[in-house]
């Protein structure tokens, strides 16, 4: 029996949520609803222009806030990445442990270095804009991957925003090979657009013969598949994917079981933030198939705890409302 449920690769990254207007974007020439990398004056120069009391601070990164959502749901996880030693790096390990999660991380050997932070700016309309200085998980590579602990778990969840570096790259390569070499299901998420967009070449050499499982919304199935329609998309998608996710916003999700296409229901909520609706999404998709649940189950889990997340702000759910989704799908 494994020992963890699901091993997570991604970047470690504060996340600072806050709201801003419209206006925010434009008078700071900001591109709205994607994911920007920045360099460390341009981040500070963002920070200053917010309201840093009202805003909320977590440990983060994409993957680590779905491996947060799984460990909250009862799954037992592992996180690997890298922070500094530094203030928000000893804040980092403190919350990954809070949270119930593992990870490669000692307190007393941190490396030298500044901790990566994420500016998360939610607008009036719900949507998540990104601005993120990378840091020291810019440095992330295979040399953070604890092989043990890889070898006795039952998923691989690879996070997409690595692709953006060759070392990054490589450690997404490294650990999938590792992970088929001793029977670990191997998890994929595209992460943003932008990581379709912009490094579609080095997608595909990730994915490669394929992967297990794969998460992606409706412009990265297309961006990906090169298809102009969400149709012609998941059916290219099959040559990725044994099984797959397509999130569909306030119109649920599409699930490729392997054989047929299941929908799954939107849960109608008034969208506050979206700020990390996929990653919970897919925490919750995993909780679900490594704890005797069918795919359409699991899918039904991750609809109705994306929907409970979009309602509040920040990226996570507590501990309460992950039991309560369980036993209002299940008891």
Not at 12 to 18: F, G, K, N, R
Not at 205 to 215: I, R, S, Y
Not at 237 to 255: D, E, P, V, W, Y
């Amino acid at each position: 029996m494994a020992k963890y449920n699901v091993y997570g690769i991604g970047n470690a990254l504060v996340d600072i949520v806050t709201e801003v207007s419209d206006d925010f974007f434009t008078e700071n020439k900001i591109e709205k609803g994607v994911m920007t990398l920045v360099d460390e004056e341009r981040q500070a120069a963002l920070t200053a222009a917010i309201d840093m009391e009202s805003s909320d601070k977590q440990c983060g990164g994409s993957a680590a806030n779905t491996i947060i959502a799984a460990s909250q749901f009862g799954s037992d996880c592992y996180y690997s990445c890298k922070v500094a030693n530094d203030a928000l790096g000893q804040f980092y390990v403190d919350d990954l442990r809070k949270n119930g999660v593992h990870s490669n991380l000692d307190k007393q050997n941190l490396p030298d270095g500044i901790t990566g932070k994420c500016l998360v700016m939610t607008s009036s309309d719900a949507e998540r804009t990104m601005n993120t200085f990378l840091g020291i998980t810019a440095d992330y590579s295979k040399e953070q991957i604890n092989v043990e602990a890889l070898k006795e778990a039952e998923y691989l969840y690879i996070e997409g925003y690595l692709i953006t570096s060759e070392n990054g790259r490589e450690a997404m390569k490294a650990a999938k090979s590792l992970a088929k070499e001793h029977n670990v299901k191997v998890a994929l998420t595209f992460s943003d657009p932008a990581m379709v967009k912009y490094f579609k070449t080095e997608m595909e050499e990730v994915v490669g013969e394929g992967v297990d499982l794969l998460f992606c919304n409706e412009e990265e199935a297309m961006l990906y598949t090169g298809k102009d329609s969400i149709e012609e998309a998941r059916e290219a998608l099959k040559s990725a994917a044994t099984h797959f996710a397509i999130t569909q916003g306030a119109n649920g999700a599409i699930i490729f079981d392997g054989d047929t296409y299941v929908d799954i229901e939107p849960y109608a909520v008034k969208a506050i933030d979206s700020n990390g609706a996929g990653d919970m999404f897919a925490g919750a998709f995993l909780y679900g198939i490594t704890h005797k649940h069918s795919l359409a189950e699991a899918g039904k889990i991750a609809s109705l705890a994306s929907s409970k997340v979009v309602a509040k702000f920040g990226p996570r759910l507590e501990k309460a409302d992950a039991k309560q989704v369980l036993e209002q799908l299940f008891v």
